[in-house]
C-alpha cells in the first residue's frame, strides 16, 4: 500500500515545510518536511525538492506499517494514520505492542502519545486527535481503490520508456503517457503532455518511488 493524498496533507499539516537547512531538537541538520539524509546546513532547497524527500522518506515508513498488514489488513485510513504516526515517531511497534493489539484498542493508545520530555504538547495533542480521526473514519470504495494503482517501484537506471516497459505498462506510446501524466498531476490536461524532459524526468522519479498511479 501507498500513503493517499489525504495521509501525505496530513503529515504535511503537522510537520510543516523549512525549505532552509536547520537543525532540530536532536541537533540534527533538518529540510523540508522533516527529512535528514545527507543534508548539510545552508542547504537550500525548492519546494518540489521537499515534496520529493517526503515522498522518498515515506517508503521507510509504509514498510513499517505493511509488515503489520497481515495481522491487520489495513484499509486506507488506518494506514495512512499509522504511516502519519510512524513518520512522527519512528514506528508504530510500541503503539500495536508488536501486533498484538486489537484496532480498537489501537484507535484508544494512540491518544497517549502527546508527550514530549514528558509534558503534554499541544501540537502532538492535535495531531494524534487527527491521526485518530482519519484511522476510525469510514473507508469508501473510492478511497480504498487507491491502494490498487501504482506501478510497480522501479529499480533500474533506463529511461522512462525502459522503465514503463519494465514495470509492465504494456503501452507506451505517447498518446498513454498523456493519460498517466495528467492522472499523476504533471499536466492538467492531456494536451500539456509533450513528453519534454521535465515531464518525463518527473514521471521517471514517481516510478522509482513506487508512486507512479496507473491512468
Not at 31 to 37: L, M, R, S
Not at 114 to 119: H, M, Q, R, S, T
Not at 150 to 167: M, Q, S
Request: proline letters at 2%; aromatic letters at 8%.
Amino acid at each position: 500500500m501507498k500513503t493517499s493524498d489525504n495521509g501525505i496533507n496530513l503529515i504535511k499539516q503537522f510537520e510543516g515545510c523549512r525549505l532552509k537547512a536547520y537543525r532540530c531538537p536532536a541537533g540534527i541538520p533538518t529540510i523540508g518536511y522533516g527529512h535528514t539524509a545527507g543534508v548539510k546546513m545552508g542547504q537550500v532547497i525548492t519546494q518540489q525538492q521537499a515534496d520529493d524527500f517526503l515522498k522518498e522518506d515515506l517508503q521507510k515508513y509504509e514498510a513499517k506499517v505493511m509488515k503489520y498488514n497481515t495481522t491487520y489488513k489495513w484499509n486506507q485510513n488506518e494506514f495512512d494514520a499509522m504511516v502519519s504516526f510512524s513518520y512522527n515517531l519512528g514506528s508504530i511497534d510500541k503503539l500495536t505492542a508488536s501486533g498484538t493489539r486489537s484496532k480498537a484498542v489501537i484507535a484508544e493508545k494512540i491518544l497517549l502519545y502527546n508527550k514530549a520530555g514528558g509534558k503534554v504538547l499541544a501540537g502532538l495533542t492535535r495531531r494524534r486527535k487527527a491521526e485518530r480521526a482519519l484511522f476510525l473514519k469510514k473507508c469508501t470504495s473510492a478511497t480504498s481503490a487507491t491502494t490498487q494503482e501504482y506501478y510497480p517501484r522501479y529499480t533500474g537506471k533506463g529511461v522512462l520508456l525502459t522503465a514503463l516497459k519494465a514495470c509492465g505498462c504494456k503501452d507506451t506510446s505517447k498518446a498513454f503517457r498523456r493519460k498517466i501524466a495528467v492522472k499523476n498531476g504533471i499536466t492538467k490536461n492531456e494536451s500539456s503532455y509533450t513528453g519534454t524532459w521535465t515531464q518525463n524526468t518527473k514521471m521517471l522519479n514517481l516510478l522509482k518511488q513506487g508512486r507512479l498511479l496507473k491512468p
